[in-house]
């Protein structure tokens, strides 16, 4: 599928850093898209701004619907969410040691975790008298000291720590197999993916996905929502199973299949993903959503370019830098 030889680097999601938390999958996402990591020269992706407190790529304007530190998962804009991706366990800005999808836990480097002195003893393994610090990995989750013996992974002595990895997720020994997976003995641990979802072994066929044995792991996505597999068949959109994951857009809202139409638009089956920069996807009406950075989901406006959307009329609506939706105004 994708070759380790690359560097790998740290998603919210799941959508979806690369990529990037996802969650119940999406916890990890790619340099640069929204809720992660900015580049080395502190830019994101169009639209989106860094927080130089926090280090990761924000909506430009700020997200109206974004009033709490933790994810909300009905706001496309929320940063917290991690790329478009949810993870349930994670509850700081601090790695959680035992939540596998908190993107804090895949940022490389050097890790410091539970070992032996007689285990820890590679040549990126360091013993301090009570932790193996590990140089150079992703990860260290649960595994075997059987199964923990690939060229990405260092046995500890309770732990396997794993180069090369963006999410660590359940699976089996038979499955977890590709060239960017490796096995733990209790985990498949997949690089260059942005979420691992709910999925099946033959859906979970496409040259971006890689099945885990229990999760579909995904590359080259934004969102991971529901969908049909009749429907998620668009250039970027693949079909895990379960979940329709989607690349290249910046909300998944309600919306209808006939509307779900024009260019920034690709339609799941149950949702209407949208293509934009600072997108606000708020209520209005199909003839009134109708400006050239407006698209109408058939139950959205999605408006881009825009930081808030608020109360208005369409007669004093009118400015330049204003877009009516039918219900709100948006600037």
Same mark, same amino acid.
Do not use: H
């Given at each position: ?36 990591? =900015? ?49 349930? =366990? ?10 596998? =999808? ?5 940022? /490389? ?30 990860? =260290? ?38 060239? +960017? ?45 529901? /969908?049909?597999? +009749? ?66 989901? /058939? ?33």
């Amino acid at each position: 599928m994708k070759s380790l030889a690359l560097l790998f680097c740290v998603w919210g999601v799941v959508a979806i850093s690369c990529g990037g938390d996802d969650g119940g999958g999406n916890g990890n996402c790619a340099v640069g898209s929204l809720g992660c990591e =900015c580049t080395g020269g502190g830019a994101c992706d169009p639209g989106l701004v860094c927080d130089s407190t926090d280090q990761r790529c924000e909506t430009a304007g700020g997200c109206a619907c974004d009033t709490s530190g933790s994810c909300e998962t009905g706001c496309a804009c929320d940063a917290d969410c991690g790329g478009g991706g949810t993870c349930s =366990c994670d509850t700081s800005t601090a790695c959680d040691a035992s939540c596998d =999808c908190d993107a804090d836990c895949f940022t /490389g480097g050097t890790i410091c975790t539970t070992g032996t002195a007689n285990d820890c003893q590679s040549v990126n393994e360091d013993w301090s008298g009570s932790q193996c610090c590990v140089e150079g990995v992703a990860a =260290c989750v649960p595994g075997t000291a059987n199964d923990c013996q690939s060229t990405n992974e260092d046995w500890t002595g309770t732990m396997c720590c794993v180069a090369d990895v963006n999410i660590c997720a359940a699976g089996t020994a038979n499955d977890c197999q590709s060239t +960017n997976e490796d096995w733990t003995g209790n985990k498949c641990c997949v690089g260059m993916v942005q979420a691992c979802v709910a999925g099946t072994a033959n859906d979970c066929q496409s040259t971006n996905e890689d099945w885990t044995g229990s999760q579909c792991c995904v590359g080259d996505i934004t969102i991971c929502t529901s /969908g049909t597999a +009749n429907d998620c068949q668009s250039t970027n959109e693949d079909w895990t199973g379960a979940q329709c994951c989607v690349g290249l857009v910046a909300a998944c809202v309600d919306g209808t299949s006939n509307d779900c139409q024009s260019t920034n638009e690709d339609w799941t089956g149950t949702q209407c993903c949208v293509e934009g920069a600072s997108l606000m996807c708020v209520d209005g009406t199909a003839n009134d959503c109708q400006s050239t950075n407006e698209d109408w989901t /058939g139950a959205k406006c999605c408006v881009e370019g825009v930081s808030q959307c608020v109360a208005g009329t369409a007669n004093d609506c009118q400015s330049t830098n204003e877009d009516w939706t039918g219900s709100l105004c948006c600037s």
